[in-house]
């Protein structure tokens, strides 16, 4: 018998608990049969054993059709031209050890810095490039996963027409004589479609090709685009701006639905910038404030101090009223429509705005509607913030269009067969274009087709011919930084197979098929910069992985009301439905990526999978539960979809994520969740009411990493506010539980540590649960993914996650973060119940694991406290693809069926330090090591060092008085801690029991 | 009178030998059941449905070497699962051979004499039954030999801090002992046999294993020397293997495994199932062989208060360990109790109550313990009971342990079920191999008690 959730008890029972009240899902406070039966559906029998050959879990193994290929990796080495390593010139190389090279990947147009990771000419892994304004060393979890990219061996590999095998000439060949049939006409009946780009290079041949085509069109579509920040500044200031937050310059942010620190351009460097004003010592305890107003709770939102769910339709009628309540010449919206806002809110949020007029930002997520984007211009430029933390300048195209636009016009244009050659370069149309554009029926009218492109996917199936793309790993490219900085991308490995660079694709057009994509980004700027001295220069440049002064100059706007006081307020009827990017494929071109996929989505710990998602009183209104098929109908399209009730989310709001339901993805990425982009309309792209959800069917099986019972006040996350922490540091001590004896006493000695002891401390206080560290970690240490049906059984392999768990009230809960990972324990369980002594402790605390000693009795897994400990329990190593070999780390073994593995502290990074240190007779010095996850955390959230020196960074964290470990009252001393969160709240919205909740112990 | 014939009921109305007996009747008997009469239809289906599922076994070990452990329903943090509960339960029920033939041997029961001999194949076939499954859930299951001390060129030697290693001492031991234990018991018996038989053949296979028995009466006087001296050794280790076994959970740190009451509750518990497993098999197997005579309801009704007075030590150890758990006060040890009795596997939780402790209560009836029909279904129980507390104390407890986030549900797949099943297969064709082959009751102990019924011992 099928029960619901029954929300207003649960609402009771957490009212009615004592205590910090914490909880991980719906079910668990519910306590419902429901619970039972939902996790019985989650763990299904039969689902696991019976080792389906085609399931993605073996996606690893199903390579050899590909590989007729694969023997070209071997044939690949260093690019021919000089490419100049990061810190060391190639003369330097010694076989073994890594090179560094300053490199940048493009998403959305937009550089991402990078130091690719170069074993003997093999790309392995990416590191943040620490020179460059947009990364400081940092990386996302995208730019982390997108190595796999290049090794995936469903990569378009051959130039072909018609899925015949062909070559460049003949390309070259076919393409003049298509071009010269459009010279007469000027390019009529040209049409190219690229994604954004930014590459001042790449946009001068565009411009070349448009002068021979006057009558040409270049249309740039991407399906997470910024046309909402555009026409947003068009409305504002009459012109395009690209928008540059300070945030190491803000003391109070109030963000509407921007989930700046893990979306969008910059998103790595506002991360830093945002959680360098929270990072908490016992001496400085100065916290910077985050209001968010969303419609689903975000990785940023983990770090607010007060959080407001709203819907799409709501946000603009509280942007309106806190514009108005700052004193910008707007209306004020009608009271009905702030119903969702409590009382004091928007005086509070203001007057605390104003109180740091020039040191405050107003964001607004890319998903809000133009005038939200206008009103925050309005209201950041009423606080005086424009020119100290908002800085505004030319847009990053150039010449910005809109992309929406754009794009509707090429479908009708192709519709109505005003289109005879089309050119797609690294764009998917077929596949992201919204519905209504009907873009897969229009192109089937143009009579030639051709796309560039790293996969053979929805758009290229439909062309006549296919050219293989080259991974930016692969690549001569520049693009923009977020700040508008050109960053240069070097390629680390000659092009695995036959592909060409999007520069190469539009120089054949102008008769430069030959050219080489090197030539063409040097000689631009070698064109461009016009130095006497390009060439060292050029070395720089390539050297630091950016061109110095290349950020457009700060442009000065005056800001407008009147066209915002034009736009008729949102109305809102029915269910409202939003569409947002998904934290792990972005928009679809991750989808055959298997760490992203198996990546679990911050918070809601959900793999392989979209989900339309509801908040919990949607839920008991509409009589779902999680795992319910509904029929998610909107204006007379509809999909089938699995229902998540996400605690937090705004009411009345439907959430399903982009970059699912594709048919070409690849092995990996075909055939998974719903296309929300076949729901989309290309005249509310983001979000718009109207949506309808049918229970269909139900006992639907989500993959999500944890969803079980709640935490019984075991604290693992200890939080508290800035001004608790400031009256009594130590509160934080006195939380958890307590056992009867003093946890590091033993009746044994204990070890002794005569050189370096490795510790680790994460700083919960800035984590947002990006999930960098742990596709990094994946990366380095060689960690296989398992597939959506081994998940379902609990057998993901990733060494670190993110635990997540919610607290307070079940409409508006806090999530919070806790990174896992193997805590080193001096006194280590596992090491104790090992029979054939396969972990061991090192002479430097270290807990480590001999593969070749275990005989897998999983025993240690057993006696872990914290199931840190992740065992190969099928083959889950893929032996037969050649190219995935390829990114594996030479320096970490490949794990064998029947083995347990886990975290290291990246120990073959300790080794290499120690054995530079030898070299140069010293001590490792703090800092040298770096640990993958430490290294890529955006917020700077982890730190690894050697405690045994008390002046390293790490010895003097974990001096912190809210310094503490989890389960320590086991005695098992770990050597990872926590650092405890705070929040800083606003004291005129601060719940006046929240206090006396802390420190119970 | 015959020499050697019984007069009166041994053990009062419920005699442990049916009167009319003779030193020959008893001999011939017994070995007809191997040497001469046919063997009944009912041998061919117990051990043709015993192979059928000892094949299922073998596909199981295959399919599981083939693919590796994941193929059971195991999981991070389940880490044991089917495996090691049934390990357990298997060593468990390999308790009550040893202690029928040594302990009581020592105490001088004389009820035990009929069915010590088949108690003690049992334990090592259980023994057996259980010795593969450490080996086979490993996940690398042809490096076993490293749990050894064994010297080698690495010089490695197996982490002794483990309880996993002193479980390869305990039960190797054990099988040892027992194996000799058993194999000397039977000397005199296979010297039987092979005067006995009449196939030249098996003349030479049973005089081999006689060892050249004579009977001499410096024989018996070794051999009675020897057989106590092994049943004062197989004592201790009635006590020890369990005690070690249920180290593997005591020295751990998960709430529900680490509980000093575990050693004399697993004893406890162990015997237990050992006595049901000897109930379960001989109601059939003294009907099939019509030994109805030999073993009586004297027997089973033994048995029976056996079974009733293990059941409630068992009862007493549950109860122990959820008053050390309140007790204790630790958040963790209640929340266990709390996710026994309320969690995903309540109902299990129940049915052990059930089975481990109501339904044994039945055993107070005298009427119940000389009804076949009743101690057969009770010993099914209680053996169900068994596994069941064994899965509660591996799986319940490590479903949830101390991090709420990584807590998960273990679900059995159908290899973990055809590997238990399989196993009881196993068991099977080895016992009615044993029945085929060997007296499966000791002859000259049975001569022994009627000598020693007649002249008033």
New interface residues.
Partial sequence: MRKNFDIPSIRKRLEGTYGKKYW?SLEEIAETDEF?DF??HE????A??W?NPVTRRNFLKLMAASFAFGGLTACSANPPQKIVPYVRAPEELVPGKPLFFATAMPLGGVAMALLGESHEGRPTKVEGNPDHPASLGSTDALSQASVLNLYDPDRSQIISQGGMLTTWSAFVETLRGQLDSQRASGGAGLRIISETVTSPSLISLFQNVLQDFPQARWVQYDPINRDNSKEGAMMAFGEDVNTVYQFDQAEVIVSLDANFTQFGPGNVRYARDFTDKRRVREDSTAMNRLYVMETQPSATSTLADHRLPLSSAQMEAFARALAAELGVDVEAPPAESLAAVPENWLGAIARDLQANAGKSIVIVGENQAPVVHALAHAMNDALGNVGQTVIYSEPLEGTSTNQMQELRLLADDMINDRVEVLLVIDANPVYNAPADTRFAEAIRRVPFRAKIGLYVDETGALCEWNIPLSHYLESWFDARAYDGVVSLTQPLVDPLYSSKTAHQFVAAMIGQSESSDYDLVRDYWSNELSDSNFDTLWQTSLHDGFIADTAPPTKSVSVSTAEINAVEPAESSGLEINFRPDPTVWDGRFANNGWLQELPKPISKLTWENVAAISPATAEELNLTNGDLVELRYRGRSVQAPIWVFPGQADGTVVTTLGYGRTLAGRVGSDIGFSAYSLQNSDAPWSDSGAELTQVGRGYKLAST?T???????D?VRTGTIDHFREDPEFVQHMG?H?PFDPNSSLMPGWEYNSYAWGMVVDLNTCNGCNACVVACQAENNIPVVGKD?VL???EMQWM?I???FEGELDNPQPLN?P?LCQHCEQA?CE??????ATVHDAEGLNVMVYN???????C???C???V???????FVDYTTESLKGQRNPDVSVR?????EKCTYCVQRISEARIRAKIEDRRIADGEVISACQGACPTKAIYFGDINDPDSEVAKLKAQPQNYG??TE?GTRPRTTYLAKFTNPNPELEDPNAHEDNGHG | MQLGQTEKPIGGDLPVVEPGHTYRSVSEKISNIVLDIRTPLGWFVAFGSGSILLMMYLISIAYLFAYGVGVWGINIPVGWGFAIVTFVWWIGIGHAGTLISAILFLFRQDWRTSINRFAEAMTLFAVVCAGLYPILHLGRPWLFFWLLPYPNTFGLWPQFRSALAWDVFAVSTYGTISAVFWYTGLIPDLAGMRDRAKVPLLKMVYGMLALGWRGSSRHWHHHQALYLLLAAIATPLVVSVHTVVSFDFAIAQVPGWSTTVFPPYFVAGAIFSGFAMVVTLLVPIRKLYHIEDMITLRHFDVMGKILLTTGLVVFYGYVTEAFTGWYSGSIYELFLFMNRFTGHYAPFVYLLVFCNLVAPQLLWFRSVRTNMTLMFILSLIINTGMWLERFMIVIISLTADYLPSSWALFIATPWDWSLLIGSIGLFIVLLFLFVRTLPMISVFEMQELIHNTEHGH
Wanted: charged share 25%; aromatic share 10%.
């Fill in positions: 991980r039972q996790v019985k763990f299904p029998q039969g696991d054993q080792l944890q079980h019972y709640n935490m019984e006040g075991r693992p539980e056992g081994q059984v609990g057998r996650r635990d997540s768990y806790q896992m369980p104790l119940v090992c029979p054939v002594g000693r275990c005989v897998g009795t999983r025993y897994s057993n006696n406290p914290y199931k400990r992740r065992f190969n329990f099928l083959d064998v069926r029947g083995v347990m989890v389960l086991l």
